[in-house]
Structure formats: structure tokens, C-alpha cells
């Protein structure tokens, strides 16, 4: 199918354009920085202006057999004020009766709409069980909802079915609220919000991706439907999983007072509690993969993990076929190895992962990873790429250099500059019957000497570990089987 998606550079949109080209889908993301977009989305996804006219925007819809609308600002991006509230509803409400618009104007029109919402449509509504039968609520965030659904519903007037998942909180390796309670747990600080007695409506984003994968072919997927896990948790039930999954103590509780200094209003976002019940999903026979939130939690901090140790004698030996000196004046101390299998022939996974402009598809999106090498760039033995990242609140260069190309089994890069006392980079590909066997060998020493052995267990390795963590769970989206 030929797809049109806005929000394609978000949390679920990365994630989704990935498994949509996995399926051998065609992609145009509408953005608003096209230069950003390329670096998060790689070189496969066609890129629109979000700029253009209204004529354009029709223009383009007509090329369209779907358009997934998952654009808006984030509500926790700064205190509700008046310009805050503004921004809100013109990122969803305004933006999405313009896309209608454009679909009523399109000629042919696509055949289906699918347009997120969440589950604040029902408002702080403390024990009572939701379904997509209950009333809205009436608050700010449950009227935004409603009319943002509304303007996505109007879209079924020119003939285009309509999907509505009312979103719970999507987990996630790459942002939202699991990242951003994860720092206070990996210090042992963590705890429930406010009175840890909300109750919270959560998906793992694998099964989001699914549901709309679902959408897209299945005509019963119309109107409103709760895209949230079947078993929903109480704030002090999350709180004390995730630390049980980290091995970390669940002692702190932030106060509701702390978060309305820090949110105003807004807090009513980690406050408020909807007990949602996904009732049309299980009667369209939806099956969760993660339906268990301690399955969810595992799957996204503790499976997938590389193996960090010290080298010894007993450690693999790097492979330096050109009998490079680059470890030996860089000696490396430590030893990452991360294996990913992946369900596709090892010439395709080759061909992607060996392509540099795809680098910033397999990386967080918080390390802001840009490529300053122009592209494209033509890897072989003796290439050289510059790229920034920002880990922290500084950004940093990195040059890399390519050691070692043996197309579809092989490829080594290592740091030339950048932070690390070394990093020698091994990629193993290996034939699995039909599907390829990813190894991944880092030799590296910590960076900032001193400060950085100090540093490195509580932030860098951890850091490392999402990396690749991430990668494998991009990679899989890519080449789902």
C-alpha cells in the first residue's frame, strides 16, 4: 500500500514506518523538517513539505491508499498555559481537520483514515471501569480528545472508513513515559506519582504498531477502539513492576503538589487515572503479544542486552584481517557482544545495515544522531564517516573509519575520533536457513579517563546497553518474517 503518515518522526511513528517498509510498504511522511526527518527515518521514506498548501496537501492524499495521523505536540511538553493549550489543539484538532480536508478534497480519496487519540478521553474517572461505550470526560485533556476525534470522524462522510485508537501510555525504549521514569529507578530513586492510585492504561509499542498494521486491511477496525493492554495498573503497581524488573528499591513518591509546581494543569496527564477495558479489540480478536506488564517491562529493559566484561585471556580475539595498529596503540579493556537474529536473508539485512544513511533509523532518537558526511556515501574498506550526537548536554563528533568490508559477512569500524580510549566495532553476519544471524563485537576502553571509570557503570554501559537493545528491536521492526 502506498501510506501517508504525519507524526512519522515520533515515538510510535519511527516505529511504525519501520515495520510499514518491513512489509514492503510505500512511505511519505509529512514533516515539518525535512532535513531531521531523513537522519530519523533514512533514506527510504519519501518526504513532504508540511509547509505546502492546502492543493498540495490534497495532491498528495490522492497518491495515497492510507494516511495514518499521529501528529501532536507532546502534553508534557511545558506548562499549560493559554499558548500551551493553543499549541495542543492546533497540533491535533486543527491539524487533523486540515488532513480531512485534504482527504475530502483528494480525488481518487484514500480507503482509510487512522487517526490517534488517547485514552484522556474519559477524563480522571478514578475506579470506574471504561470501555469505548463510556461518556467522555470533561476536562481539558478529555476535550481535546473528543474534538480531535471528531474532526478525524468527519472524514467518513466522503467514504473513507475511520480508525480512532485511544491510546494508553505507550512503553517504549525510545521516549515517553517509561524514559522518562527510568533515571530517578536507575538510581534507586524511584517511586509512584501523586497517590499511586490512578489507574493507568498501558500498551507495549509492538502491540500498538500491530493495531494499526491491523487497520490498515481490516474493514471491522472503524470508529473508536481502546489500544491499551487488557489488564490495566494502578500508578503504585507500575512503580513498584519496573522496579522489581531494574532490581531497584520503589521508596519515593512524588507528591501531587511537586508535579503541579513542575506541570500546572498538566499534571492532570500523571494524575488523573482511566481503568480502560480494550473491549473492542478483544471482540476483533486482537492477540497481544505483551499482555503482562511485567513481560512488557522485561522484553524493553532486560531482553535483547548485550553482555558487557572485562577482556581477558579467555576473551574472543579481534578479528584484524589487515593487521590494522589501531589496537595496539588504542588497547581496549572491555568487551561488548550483543547477538540478534533477524528474519530475512543475510543479503538483505546486509544491504540495510551496511548503508550509512540508515544509522540514524537504528539509533535513540534522544542522542539527536546526525550524519555530516554528505550522502549518499559509498562504504568500502578506508571510508570515512563524521557524524554529531548529543547523549548529554553536550554534543560531541565522532569520525568513524572503515577497517574491514566483506559484503554480507563482515564489516569493522572503528573510532578515529571521538570519546571513547577505543572502539573497534565488529559486525558478524552469518546465514541462519532463511534468516541471518547478526554478532556485534565492541573492544572499547571508557572515555574521560578517570571520570570515566567512575561514570561508566551508572551511565555509560547502561547507555550502551539501550543502544543495542534499540538496534535489535529496530531491526526486527524492519524485517518482521
Known amino acids: 500500500m502506498r501510506i501517508f503518515i504525519t507524526g512519522a518522526t515520533g515515538l510510535l511513528g519511527r516505529a511504525l514506518t519501520l515495520r510499514l517498509l518491513g512489509g514492503g510498504h510505500q512511505v511519505t511522511a509529512w514533516v515539518r523538517s525535512p532535513d531531521r526527518a531523513v537522519q530519523l527515518l533514512g533514506p527510504d521514506v519519501r518526504l513532504a513539505n508540511a509547509a505546502a498548501d492546502h492543493r498540495t496537501l490534497a495532491a498528495e492524499i490522492a497518491q495515497a491508499d492510507a494516511v495514518i495521523n499521529l501528529a501532536g505536540e507532546s502534553v508534557l511538553g511545558g506548562r499549560w498555559t493559554a499558548q500551551r493549550r493553543q499549541a495542543l489543539w492546533q497540533s491535533r484538532v486543527d491539524l487533523t481537520a486540515a488532513l480531512v480536508a485534504a482527504i475530502k478534497a483528494a480525488q481518487p480519496r484514500p480507503a482509510v483514515l487512522i487517526s490517534a487519540s488517547a485514552v484522556g478521553f474519559y477524563g480522571d474517572r478514578r475506579d470506574e471501569l471504561l470501555d469505548e461505550r463510556s461518556t ?92 491499551a493492554a487488557p489488564a490495566a495498573v494502578t500508578s503504585l503497581e507500575l512503580a513498584k513492576t519496573l522496579a522489581g524488573v531494574m532490581h531497584r528499591p520503589c521508596l519515593l513518591r512524588v507528591p501531587q503538589c511537586a508535579l503541579r509546581a513542575m506541570f500546572g494543569e498538566g499534571a492532570t496527564v500523571l494524575t488523573a487515572g482511566q481503568r480502560v477495558v480494550p473491549l473492542r479489540l478483544t471482540e476483533l480478536g486482537f492477540k497481544w503479544r505483551y499482555d503482562n506488564l511485567e513481560s512488557a517491562l522485561r522484553n524493553l529493559l532486560i531482553e535483547d542486552s548485550p553482555t558487557i566484561e572485562r577482556i581477558d585471556a579467555n576473551s574472543p580475539q579481534p578479528h584484524n584481517p589487515h593487521g590494522s595498529r589501531y589496537l595496539e596503540m588504542n ?95 565488529e559486525h558478524h553476519f552469518r546465514p541462519d536457513g532463511a534468516a541471518t544471524v547478526m554478532e556485534d563485537r565492541v573492544y572499547f576502553a571508557l572515555p574521560f579517563g578517570v571520570i570515566g571509570a567512575m561514570a561508566g557503570p551508572l551511565a555509560v554501559l547502561p547507555a550502551l546497553r539501550r543502544i543495542f537493545r534499540f538496534r535489535a528491536q529496530a531491526m526486527r521492526l524492519r524485517f518482521p518474517g
Open 136 to 227: 467522555p470526560g470533561t476536562d481539558f485533556l478529555a476535550r481535546l480528545c473528543a474534538q480531535w476525534e471528531q474532526a478525524a470522524l468527519s472524514a467518513a462522510e466522503a467514504g473513507t472508513r475511520v480508525f480512532i485508537p485511544r491510546l494508553g501510555i505507550v512503553l517504549a525504549l525510545d521516549g515517553g513515559a517509561l524514559a522518562r521514569m527510568l533515571p530517578a529507578f536507575q538510581i534507586g530513586a524511584g517511586g509512584p506519582l501523586g497517590s499511586g492510585r490512578q489507574w493507568i492504561g498501558w500498551i507495549h509499542l509492538a502491540d500498538v504498531v500491530a493495531v494499526i498494521i491491523n487497520a490498515l486491511e481490516d474493514e471491522r477496525y472503524s470508529g473508536p477502539a481502546i489500544a
Open 331 to 425: 588497547p581496549p579493556d572491555l568487551l561488548l557482544r550483543h547477538t540478534n537474529r533477524v528474519d530475512a536473508p543475510v543479503a538483505e539485512v546486509f544491504s540495510f545495515f551496511s548503508k550509512a544513511e540508515n544509522l540514524g533509523v537504528m539509533t535513540p532518537a534522544d542522542l539527536h544522531f546526525q550524519i555530516t558526511t554528505p550522502t549518499p556515501i559509498q562504504i568500502a574498506r578506508g571510508t570515512r564517516i563524521e557524524y554529531r550526537l548529543r547523549p548529554g548536554p553536550l554534543p560531541l563528533s565522532w569520525r568513524t573509519l572503515i577497517e574491514g568490508w566483506e559484503p554480507q559477512h563482515l564489516m569493522i569500524d572503528y573510532q578515529e575520533k571521538g570519546p571513547y580510549r577505543c572502539w573497534w566495532h
